[in-house]
């Protein structure tokens, strides 16, 4: 079917573009384009979006907000993107409440009705971009919490077999910045999440900073919605805002690493910070290891590496996705260099050889 009689073509449930800009749905704000973009509407429509004929032999591409993308170049298949919408609570029990949240909600908006409401847990993912589908993706965390702590189950249209299916907690195989669903790509669309939350727990405020924020805010016996406004004003003071300048978070992963390695490379750099990891091994912080290598507040043309912050990649202005991914590589080759490190890059990079 040619591109001109694919514009915006509406069908139940889904809508068809050929030739599609992503600029505005990518928060690198990478001008890049797909051959055919998908936007569904209602999760009900993906067996019959999977079966069109303007599908057939192309390859998807997964995408929610574009908050965790880099497109290095152009998208030849399709992109689709789902943006069903809808909070519903399932049960209250003593163990919590069993809430389910489509995959098209912002993770925001989620966190925030779900303390509104009086439930505890998320408080410390607050003020994360992107969806609610791409949470489990790579098991979102911030201030010492991950969102798998709270998935029950996840469901999914398997674009494989073509049929609707879900994972329990176990099944998802979480683990840091990491899931089933990442080590298999494109392979199941999230289409709802079901969370169990419960009313209080123990607060998490161990974080470097958390407590001193709350310290610093007045607040000596501190509620959920007390963590949340702490990491909000944390996040407020250390991250880029995406609506400001085109980044998408850390671009870097904290690589994890055996003690011994950490051992050897304190002998040199005795402030090199480190966390356990269990088993043997810790984790380090990229962010320093690109710092000391003299990169933070790099520019090469409008690619560019934060001055507020090592870890996040931004553009100025009209970076190409190249332009990106060139300066990334850069950085990756200098902390190798320095201290022996490949750093894994955390967003997905699009259009580059594996
Ligand atoms: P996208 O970027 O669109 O996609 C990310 C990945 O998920 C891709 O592989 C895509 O194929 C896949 N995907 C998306 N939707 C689905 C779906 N429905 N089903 C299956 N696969 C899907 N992350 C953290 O963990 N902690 C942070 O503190 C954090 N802070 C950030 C701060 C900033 C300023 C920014 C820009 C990003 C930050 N991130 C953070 C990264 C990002 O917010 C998360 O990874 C988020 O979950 C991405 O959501 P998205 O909808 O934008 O996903
Ligand atoms: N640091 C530097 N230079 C900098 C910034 C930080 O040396 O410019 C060092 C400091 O020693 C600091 C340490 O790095 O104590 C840790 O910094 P920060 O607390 O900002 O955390 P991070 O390790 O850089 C991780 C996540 C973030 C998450 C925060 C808070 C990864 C890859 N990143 O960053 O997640 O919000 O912790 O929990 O794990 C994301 O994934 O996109 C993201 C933003």
Redesign the pocket.
Known sequence: MPNDRLAAQQTAGFTLTGNASLLHRN?LRVDARAALLAEVHDAAALPALFEHAALRGTQV?????????LFAGDVEGTVVT?KSRGVEVLDRGAHGTRIRVA?GEH?DDFVRWTLAEGHAGLENLIM????V???P??N???YGVEAGEFIESVE?FDLREHRFVAFDNAQCGFGY?DSR?KRH??R???TALTLRLPREHALRIDYAGVREELARMGIHRPAPAHVAEAVVNLRTRK?PD?AVIG????FFKNPVVPDAQVHALRREHPQLPSWPAGAGSSKLSAAWLIETCGFKGLREGDAGISNRHALVLVNHGRATGAQLWALAQRVRAGVRERFGILLEPEP?VIGVPA
């Open positions: 928060t591409l997964l995408l929610g907000e574009g908050s965790n993308v789902l995959a993770w994360i971009p992107g969806s589908g791409a949470a993706l790579q979102i965390g911030a999914a910045r669903f790509p494109d199941w669309l999230i991250l995406p980044n998408a978070g850390s997905r």
